[in-house]
T-cell receptor, first 111, second 117 residues
Framework: GDSVTQMEGPVTLSEEAFLTINCTYT??????LFWYVQYPGEGLQLLLK?????DKGSNKGFEATYRKETTSFHLEKGSVQVSDSAVYFC??????????FGKGTRLSVIA | KAGVTQTPRYLIKTRGQQVTLSCSPI?????VSWYQQTPGQGLQFLFE???????NKGNFPGRFSGRQFSNSRSEMNVSTLELGDSALYLC????????????????FGPGTRLTVL
């Protein structure tokens, strides 16, 4: 079945550092790919998405590019802030199927 | 436009009891999905409803059930609660296309934190 693998956390960075969170997937067909973020005590917020190969999703300074050849959708941000501290989830959906999530990566940004 | 709302936000029950959680989707969204989030298992799909019909079901025991009303609001019920049912229960909604398929982008509510003692 479909699956998503994310890099293990936690990730601790200093403010203004560059962020990369790796995500790779296994899926039949051509899934849509997502990054969700969960702040403490809250639900999931959609951060960005991409629906086909070479699409780049972007939002709030975060970016991820749908790489079909490497089955990857790595999340990047050029300069993180303390307010970016949260848990980040990579997910996919193949057609009319439920979202399949990675295990999440906890990011802590220190001032 | 208001987001997905879930009630109650927090719930404490004892083993053997049953519980009902409620979810109101974003206005115009007719598909509602439920997920269970635990530290050990992560995010797991429970079920999806639209047009008052269950369309997909995850791998959970029959103690977990749900329904959807004509206004797209949804409820999930857990009977005979076990300690392992303690979790954050998340509801998500999405649009349904005229063709009958749901949009793949889901929008989540804040969740209901269930604690079973």
């Amino acid at each position: 079945g479909d699956s998503v693998t994310q890099m293990e956390g936690p990730v601790t960075l200093s403010e203004e550092a560059f962020l990369t969170i790796n995500c790779t997937y296994t899926a039949t067909g051509y899934p849509s790919l997502f990054w969700y973020v969960q702040y403490p005590g809250e639900g999931l917020q959609l951060l960005l998405k991409a629906t086909k190969a070479d699409d780049k999703g972007s939002n709030k300074g975060f970016e991820a590019t749908y790489r079909k050849e490497t089955t990857s959708f790595h999340l990047e941000k050029g300069s993180v802030q303390v307010s970016d501290s949260a848990v980040y989830f990579c997910a996919l959906s193949s057609g009319n199927t439920p979202l399949v999530f990675g295990k999440g990566t906890r990011l802590s940004v220190i001032a | 436009k208001a987001g997905v709302t879930q009630t109650p936000r927090y719930l404490i029950k004892t083993r053997g009891q049953q519980v009902t959680l409620s979810c109101s989707p974003i206005s115009g969204h007719r598909s509602v999905s439920w997920y269970q989030q635990t530290p050990g298992q992560g995010l797991q799909f429970l079920f999806e409803y639209f047009s008052e019909t269950q369309r997909n079901k995850g791998n959970f025991p029959g103690r977990f059930s749900g329904r959807q009303f004509s206004n797209s609001r949804s409820e999930m019920n857990v009977s005979t609660l076990e300690l392992g049912d303690s979790a954050l229960y998340l509801c998500a909604s999405s649009l349904v296309y005229a063709s009958g398929g749901a949009e793949d982008t889901q929008y989540f509510g804040p969740g209901t934190r269930l604690t079973v003692l």
